[in-house]
């Protein structure tokens, strides 16, 4: 089998020379092919600035889309219509956890089926999607999942 790999880059431009509080966390961050950058920084626990994103953040935002779409290729796969997908996932970083460190992210996707699937298998699809999902098999980290799931209505036809 082949390998896969995946490249990004960042660059800064600034001076450490006046200490830890005056140098700046802005920098930018790239995936390529991609060629949108990102706009970066440090959490502002850290100096940084709260209107960009932050490694942390980044972190979290990568197991939520592999959850994602390991869900959807799961769900299509086992033949259930999914019409929506949100999640609201949230990682924690105790500070007197040493060395510091992202120690859970809880996944909280809200899903919305078509009228009449099937969902009696929905737990079970979500939880073959978290174990065949790439970042959360890369992470020492605990990921939890919350799901939960909803029913379209019917439509009325007239």
């Known amino acids: 089998m082949g390998e896969h790999s995946y490249r990004a880059t960042v660059a800064w431009e600034g001076s450490t020379g006046g200490g830890y509080t005056a140098y700046p966390r802005d920098h930018d961050g790239g995936v390529p092919p991609a ?29 939520s889309s592999c959850q994602l779409l390991s869900f959807l290729h799961v ?3 086992a033949k259930l219509d999914v019409l929506d997908y949100t999640d609201d996932a949230v990682g924690v970083m105790p500070e007197d956890v040493k060395p510091m460190r992202i120690t859970r992210i809880t996944l909280r996707p809200r899903v919305l089926v078509a009228a009449g699937s099937d969902v009696s298998r ?7 999607a978290h174990e065949s ?17 909803e029913t379209a209505p019917e439509e009325n036809v007239s």
Request: charged fraction near 20%; hydrophobic fraction near 45%; charge should be negative.
């Open 35 to 63: 060629t949108e950058p990102l706009a970066l920084s440090a959490d502002p626990h850290f100096r940084g600035d709260a209107t960009r994103a932050n490694p942390e953040q980044l972190l979290v935002l990568a197991a």
């Open 75 to 77: 769900a299509a796969s």
């Open 122 to 128: 929905f737990d079970e699809l979500m939880h073959e």
């Open 133 to 149: 999902c790439f970042i959360a098999n890369s992470l020492t980290t605990e990921v939890v999942l919350e799901p939960t799931v």
